[in-house]
């Protein structure tokens, strides 16, 4: 071991760095490397503690050329996996060790690696989505310009079916837009005010249609002894808002029973929100989702039924936009569901 060496820089690396040197062996480690790969390391062979293939092949061959090189090491603490970038650089001679060493630094690269999985998957899942009735779309224009062109008929139906997919696809791009102009404001709190009585009174009036279509009965209720008139105003997006109910009540409409209740609540104080606060639930009286569905709800075009939501002509990205906007407006999304009882949603904004 190098005792006369000075390696006290490493403490000035702000990421886990250790140094191998020609025999073979870690001559230094900082403090950070401690936390990944344990303690006591100086003096140790480095195939000993870093025994990743990749790692081991780019120290041995750093030590043999002295060129720059980067690996990638995984590490697990049981709880989670930690994605590193290994980078390995030559440090020509540090005092008395002059043939020199490899300095090799640990960067955390996790995050980066699943925001990229995420847009990998977010695009894999759109082009799905979209393809479908993309292909469906040109089947039947094939049919139509070939075996179905005299029959009028056909074309009729076929047309009709062609109106539905390209509304879907219309659907999709739109909610697809909505979503990335929600994201992008997510920071900024909205400032406008807004009287949520009204504004629940006027959802309920434009989903009525959708419900009678339905059979499902739809009900509101205000709370009672409200006097001022600026009592149901709360800060917020009143486009956005409008958004969140609609999605929650087309939900339960679609995905209900044949009942659907909406009330607003005042709560002096939310635990959760500490303060003042106002609550919208919108319940049905319908098959319910089965827990295991739950935690993913609100991710993007995950569906508790696939088959139906596509069926119904869901986007899968409804709930997605619901938690972004409620997210903007520092609320919570609560969802509660019991098998053949039915399934809440609860809304909580801060008053
Ligand atoms: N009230 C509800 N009852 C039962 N299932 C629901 C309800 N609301 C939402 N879901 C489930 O959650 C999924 C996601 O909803 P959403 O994001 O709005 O997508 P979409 O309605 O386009 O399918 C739906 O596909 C459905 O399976
Ligand atoms: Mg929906």
Do not use: W
Not at 8 to 16: K, N, R, V
Not at 172 to 195: A, C, I, M
């Amino acid at each position: 071991m190098q005792q006369d060496v000075n390696t006290g820089f490493l403490e000035a690396i702000p990421l886990p760095a250790v140094l191998v040197d020609q025999s073979e062996r870690l001559i230094a480690a900082n403090m950070a490397s401690q936390g990944l790969l344990g303690k006591n390391l100086v003096g140790r062979h480095f195939a000993t503690i870093l025994r990743q293939p990749g790692v081991i092949a780019a120290i041995e061959s750093c030590l043999e050329d002295r060129k720059p090189r980067n690996a990638r090491h995984l590490s697990n603490d049981g709880a989670q996996d930690t994605t590193y970038d290994v980078t390995l650089g030559y440090v020509p001679s540090i005092g008395a060790v002059e043939a020199g060493a490899v300095l090799v630094t640990f960067t955390d690269v996790s995050e980066r690696e699943q925001a990229g999985q995420m847009r990998r998957d977010f695009v894999a899942n759109v082009s799905h989505e979209l393809r479908t009735p993309l292909t469906a779309l040109v089947g039947f224009i094939e049919t139509l310009q070939g075996p179905a062109r005299e029959d009028s008929n056909a074309r009729d139906r076929f047309l009709s079916i062609m109106s539905d997919e390209a509304a879907r696809m219309n659907r999709l791009v739109g909610d697809l837009l909505t979503l990335n102009r929600v994201e992008s404001r997510e920071r900024q709190r909205p400032k406008e005010r807004l009287d949520l009585a009204l504004h629940l009174q006027s959802v309920l009036k434009t989903m009525q249609p959708l419900a009678e279509n339905n059979s499902v009965t739809l009900n509101l209720g205000l709370p009672e002894g409200v006097e001022s008139p600026d009592a149901y105003e709360i800060a917020g997006d009143p486009d956005q808002l409008l958004q969140v109910f609609i999605n929650l009540v087309e939900n339960a409409i679609k995905y209900g029973g044949d009942h659907v209740e909406v009330t607003l609540e005042f709560l002096e104080r939310d635990r959760s929100l500490r303060g003042p606060a106002v609550q919208v639930t919108v319940r049905d009286n319908g098959q319910g989702i089965d827990p295991i569905h739950l935690p993913r709800l609100t991710e993007r075009f995950y569906r508790a039924d696939s088959h139906r939501s596509r069926e119904l002509g869901g986007t899968g990205l409804g709930l997605a936009i619901v938690k972004h906007i409620i997210s903007r407006h520092r609320g919570r999304l609560r969802i509660n569901s019991e098998r053949a009882v039915g399934s809440t949603f609860t809304v909580l904004l801060p008053r």
